[in-house]
């Protein structure tokens, strides 16, 4: 069965640096569309970024400060999160989304999903 796990949260003070890394199992990874998602507490999940083959996609909010990666060969995709905010505090969440459509920010679109990993960033 597919299988998203997440890794790389943790504690960071505003102004720092942590890299989120995805590791995909149990399906054809290069043909998938990757995203990641967060949920601030007490809020609703939101969108991040996203990566296809071709093309990437951000939230206004992280554009500029965040960048998307994935490795095909290692089954990964990272998140390279960059000038951390405390409004940056989220659960982070990577999903996967089925080869055929366009790359997505809509939540329900993605078919799988990691159990997320916590970012906390201090002021």
């Known amino acids: 069965q597919v299988q998203l796990v997440e890794s790389g949260g943790g504690l960071v003070q505003a102004g720092g640096s942590l890299r989120l890394s995805c590791a995909a199992s149990g399906l054809t990874f290069k043909f998938y569309a990757m995203g990641w998602f967060r949920q601030p507490p007490g809020k609703e999940r939101e969108f991040v970024a996203a990566i296809s083959s071709r093309n990437t996609t951000y939230a206004d909010a992280v554009k500029a400060r965040f960048t998307i990666n994935r490795d095909n060969a290692k089954n990964t995709v990272s998140l390279q999160m960059n000038s951390l905010k405390p409004e940056d505090t989220a659960v982070y969440f990577c999903?996967?989304?089925?080869?055929?459509?366009?790359?997505?920010?809509?939540?329900?679109?993605?078919?799988?999903w990691g159990q997320g990993t916590q970012v906390t960033v201090s002021s």
């Open positions: 999903a996967a989304d089925s080869p055929g459509w366009p790359l997505t920010r809509v939540a329900t679109d993605y078919d799988y």
